[in-house]
């Protein structure tokens, strides 16, 4: 029997949609990897229709002499990366 989405942690809630997102890009990886070239059917899955960088189009770059890094986010998603979203939200419906 499902349990009510009041009852359950906000925080459980938004680990099962990142999981979501990794089984997602993870299948998006598996499809793109079939053999064939890029037919229709590959191209519909694996296409990314949101890919943005947050903040800056290209990564911050910090050099400070002794320690050098990069600060950046990059978000992309794909059909399979909803199909994987909602996933997981299903099972996380049977999560008591």
């Known amino acids: 029997m499902a349990v009510g ?12 949609v990142f999981v979501g997102i990794l089984i ?10 079939i053999p064939g070239g890029n037919n229709v059917v590959k191209t519909f899955f694996t296409y990314n229709f949101i890919n943005f960088g947050i903040g800056f189009p ?3 770059l910090i050099d400070i002499n002794a320690i050098k ?3 950046g986010v990059q978000m992309k998603f794909s ?18």
């Open 5 to 16: 989405l009041k009852e359950k942690n906000f925080w459980t809630l938004v680990l099962v």
């Open 58 to 60: 290209e990564p911050i």
């Open 69 to 71: 890094f990069q600060l």
């Open 24 to 33: 997602g890009s993870y299948l998006n990886s598996l499809v793109g990897l």
């Open 79 to 96: 059909l399979l990366s909803v199909i994987g979203i909602f996933l997981s939200l299903y099972f996380f419906r049977w999560y008591k």
